[in-house]
Structures are given as structure tokens and as C-alpha cells.
């Protein structure tokens, strides 16, 4: 059993990365029902040990694209400062309610990612309009209260609004996201340490397996349409919140 589990970690890790890898981000929304549906955490825990995976494989793409000269270190700063602030307020927000009623908003959250990603085009270069440092401190506000309450990246959330608001070519946004992304991940961390005890033996199984999932999904994105791959996993994202939604509103005695 124990090596069963070991390598369900492990596929896991390697699936949460290649969807990081593909995509760019949206990946770390799949991170919390994994953990707790088959790694067996609670919300709690899960919502956890996502910001420590989600902080660390993004840590490893942003140096990548720091190599690349593909970073706004201003914006990254103040979007991701605002945003660790926020984080590590909302952090313990998640402790007031039940997992239950966790679940149920991180699926009417994943339903709302699924129907952006489905409805919004993907954001090109020519969209981007400068809004100034005000859109950029109220972008990183928002960002970092899903962050640290739910225990998402928002890289889906974060890349639109570094082109179209503060106005950072495309690939620029996805390096910039991913040193905001780790930033955030940090403060809610560090804001969850008194709650849920962590598995570090399990966190590093899914960031070594992630990391080597996100190089191969980097290799894949050239031979798959961005387009389809993007609203290919927004559908996934939709149904599986469509499962989660059932499957705690049945526990909770709400129907049925």
C-alpha cells in the first residue's frame, strides 16, 4: 500500500506539472482536490500542502524565465507584494469554516475559472493597456486572497491581467506571474503554519514528479494548439467541479 500511494504521488505530481507546463498556469486549482481526494488530506492540510507545491515549481519556472530576460521585477514586486500581504491575512480565513463548505467554494471557484477560461480568449500582446499602480495593487489584493484562503497560484487570473491591465507583453506576463505565484504561495504558507500538520515526505514526491511533468508539458506546447489545450482543460476544470459540487453537497445532507 505504502508504495502504491508513493506512486499515485508521484503520477499526480507529474500530471499537476505537465498541465503547468502546457498551459502556463492552472494547473495548481487541480493541486487541492488531488490531495484530498487521492492522497486522503483534509481541505485544511491539502490547501497547505498545495502553497508549498505551487511556491516551488514556481520558483523553478520563474528562474528559467529569469534566464530568458523574460521578467518585470517592478511589477512582479509591487503586484506580488500587495499580493503576500493579502495572502497571509487570508490565510487563516479557511480555519472558520468546515471542509465541507471549503470544498463546495473551491468548486464554485473552479466552475467560475472553468467559464473564464472558456469564454475569455487567450490575451494577446496587442490587448494590453496601462492602467498604472493602482490597477496593479488592487490586481495583486484580489490575487492574493484567492491565494491564501483557497490555496491557488492564480497564474489563470494573473497573466490576463498583467497584459490587459498592466500591460506586459505575453510572454513577459508568464514569467513576471510566476515569481508573483511564488511570492503569494509563500505568505499564505506562512500564514497556514499553526493549522493542518504538513507531509513533507509527500510534498516532495509531487515537486520532483511536477518539475519533470512541467518540462515535458514545455515540449508538448509546441506541437498542441495553445487554443485547444486551453479550452480543453477548462472543460476538465468545469466537470470536475461539477463532481466536487455534488459530492459535498451530498455529504453535507443538503440533497439527496
Known amino acids: 500500500m505504502i508504495f502504491q500511494q508513493i506512486f499515485l504521488d508521484i503520477l499526480l505530481g507529474f500530471g499537476i506539472g505537465l498541465s503547468l507546463g502546457l ?3 492552472g ?3 487541480l493541486t487541492v482536490p488531488a490531495l484530498v481526494y487521492f492522497v486522503g488530506q483534509s481541505p485544511q492540510a491539502a490547501v497547505t500542502a498545495s502553497l508549498v507545491i505551487v511556491g516551488i515549481n514556481s520558483s523553478m519556472g520563474a528562474w528559467l524565465h529569469r534566464r530568458q530576460g523574460t521578467l518585470d521585477w517592478k511589477v512582479a514586486l509591487i503586484f506580488g507584494g500587495s499580493g503576500m500581504a493579502a495572502a497571509y491575512i487570508a490565510a487563516g480565513w479557511s480555519q472558520a469554516f468546515s471542509p465541507t463548505m471549503l470544498m463546495l467554494l473551491f468548486a464554485l471557484l473552479m466552475l467560475a475559472v472553468g467559464a473564464f477560461m472558456v469564454l ?3 490575451p ?3 490587448e494590453a493597456r496601462r492602467h498604472g499602480l493602482p490597477v496593479i495593487i488592487l490586481s495583486g489584493i484580489a490575487v492574493g486572497i484567492l491565494t491564501g484562503f483557497l490555496g491557488v497560484g492564480g497564474g489563470f487570473l494573473i497573466v490576463p491581467a498583467l497584459v490587459m491591465l498592466v500591460g506586459l ?3 513577459q506576463a508568464v514569467g513576471t506571474s510566476l515569481v508573483i505565484i511564488a511570492m503569494n504561495s509563500l505568505a499564505g504558507f506562512l500564514g497556514h503554519m499553526n493549522g493542518a500538520a504538513v507531509d513533507f515526505q509527500m510534498i516532495f514526491l509531487f515537486v520532483g514528479a511536477g518539475i519533470l511533468g512541467a518540462l515535458a508539458g514545455a515540449r508538448l506546447c509546441g506541437i498542441v494548439p495553445p487554443e485547444a489545450l486551453r479550452k480543453g482543460f477548462a472543460v476538465f ?3 470536475l467541479a461539477v463532481f466536487l459540487l455534488a ?3 451530498l455529504h453535507s445532507g443538503w440533497i439527496g
Open 124 to 126: 494577446a500582446d496587442t
Open 247 to 249: 459530492d459535498n453537497l
Open 23 to 25: 498551459m502556463g498556469g
Open 237 to 239: 476544470v468545469i466537470i
Open 27 to 29: 494547473g495548481s486549482i
Open 169 to 171: 507583453p505575453m510572454r
Open 120 to 122: 475569455r480568449p487567450q
